[in-house]
Every structure is written in structure tokens, then in C-alpha cells.
T-cell receptor, first 117, second 109 residues
Framework: GAVVSQHPSRVICKSGTSVKIECRSL??????MFWYRQFPKKSLMLMAT?????????EQGVEKDKFLINHASLTLSTLTVTSAHPEDSSFYIC?????????????FGPGTRLLVL | GEDVEQSLFLSVREGDSSVINCTYT??????LYWYKQEPGAGLQLLTY?????DMKQDQRLTVLLNKKDKHLSLRIADTQTGDSAIYFC?????????FGKGTRLHILP
């Protein structure tokens, strides 16, 4: 079946540095990719919707200059956490969506654990 | 490996109750979630249940958890046309969250 990968799976960085997380659809082309963040003991929070070749649409309260999203191709979207702070430590998950006629199917990546020291 | 399964389609008449079922394999899951996805949008959390609970009710939504059978269900009372969407079941633990493939709920007039 369709597979979505994320790289890296875990990253530890110093406060003030930037971290890039990649989301790839391995055997299909995704028209839309979503980025989520999971808080401890809570659910996913949708951060942004990314369409190939256009600017991402950010949810209210998500800083677009801090969480840069680039959807360079139909198989790759990247999330860059700029000037990371300890409060950015979280579990980031992407999903890739495929549209076929009127049906949309979503495939999730395994997630990336970010720890900012 | 770890897996979450749910049926792909469900058709319900408007005004009836909808019951969406989900099974999972990882008994160490701490939280179980139901998400709703409307066309063109990302997932939105509907409700969740902690693994030591067996039932949770929130207005028209009722979540039942049978931990022994690893079975989770979502009941939507008085189903409306606005409930038409894809519903995802998910289980989570530390550093992981695993989703089912989603159940498409179709409302019949």
C-alpha cells in the first residue's frame, strides 16, 4: 500500500537553531500534504495545509514565519522550524492526500520527535 | 506490526444513529481518538478516550472502548447531513500515533 516517510524520525537540537523535517510520499504523488503537531496527552493539532507549487495555508495561531513549509514537488513537503525553542519540542506528523475522482485518501507518516534543548 | 482497522464505508439515513467501528492491535496505547475530515480539509479532533475508560459521551457523540477486545466505536446520534465526512480512528502512545484508513460516512435522505 501507499507509504509516507518522514525524516528524521528523531532530532535533538539547541535552542536558536533551525530544524528541517521532510515528508515524502514514496510510491504515489500527493496533491496535498498536511502538517500536524501532537502535544503531550493531547491530540493532533493541524498546523498547515500544503499544496504543491503554492503557499501553504496555515491554521489560526500558527506562525508561518516560524514554521516554514515548502511543498517542492508532488512527493516532497518540508517543514522547517526556525529558531527553535524548547516549547517547540513536540511530535510532528505529516500526511499525504491523494484525490481520485471524488474520493480523497489520506496516508500518514510515522512522525518526527523534536526535542529542543 | 501495529495496526488500526476500520470499515471503509457506512451509509445511514438522516436522523438515524451512525456507529463506526475500529479495532486496534497495540494494547499499550494510552489514548484513542476519533477525527473527522471534511472534503478538502485536514483532520479535526472529534473526541478522544483515555485507555482506562470504557465510555465517553459528548453531546451527540458516544465513544465505547472495549480494551479486552481492542475495539473502539463512535456513535453519532441523530445523524445530520453535516456529519457526512471521513472518520478516522487512531491510537497513540509515546512517540507514535497510528491511524486507520478512515470510514466514509454517507447520509441518505
Amino acid at each position: 500500500g501507499a507509504v509516507v516517510s518522514q525524516h528524521p524520525s528523531r532530532v535533538i537540537c539547541k535552542s536558536g537553531t533551525s530544524v528541517k523535517i521532510e515528508c515524502r510520499s514514496l510510491d504515489f504523488q500527493a496533491t496535498t500534504m498536511f502538517w500536524y503537531r501532537q502535544f503531550p496527552k493531547k491530540s493532533l493539532m493541524l498546523m498547515a495545509t500544503s499544496n504543491e507549487g503554492s503557499k501553504a495555508t496555515y491554521e489560526q495561531g500558527v506562525e508561518k514565519d516560524k514554521f516554514l513549509i515548502n511543498h517542492a514537488s508532488l512527493t516532497l513537503s518540508t517543514l522547517t522550524v526556525t529558531s527553535a525553542h524548547p516549547e517547540d519540542s513536540s511530535f510532528y506528523i505529516c500526511s499525504a492526500q491523494v484525490s481520485s475522482g471524488s474520493r480523497e485518501t489520506q496516508y500518514f507518516g510515522p512522525g518526527t520527535r523534536l526535542l529542543v534543548l | 506490526g501495529e495496526d488500526v482497522e476500520q470499515s471503509l464505508f457506512l451509509s445511514v439515513r438522516e436522523g438515524d444513529s451512525s456507529v463506526i467501528n475500529c479495532t486496534y492491535t497495540d494494547s499499550s496505547s494510552t489514548y484513542l481518538y476519533w477525527y473527522k475530515q471534511e472534503p478538502g480539509a485536514g483532520l479535526q479532533l472529534l473526541t478522544y478516550i483515555f485507555s482506562n475508560m470504557d465510555m465517553k459521551q459528548d453531546q451527540r457523540l458516544t465513544v465505547l472502548l472495549n480494551k479486552k477486545d481492542k475495539h473502539l466505536s463512535l456513535r453519532i446520534a441523530d445523524t445530520q447531513t453535516g456529519d457526512s465526512a471521513i472518520y478516522f480512528c487512531a491510537e497513540s502512545g509515546y512517540d507514535k500515533i497510528i491511524f486507520g484508513k478512515g470510514t466514509r460516512l454517507h447520509i441518505l435522505p
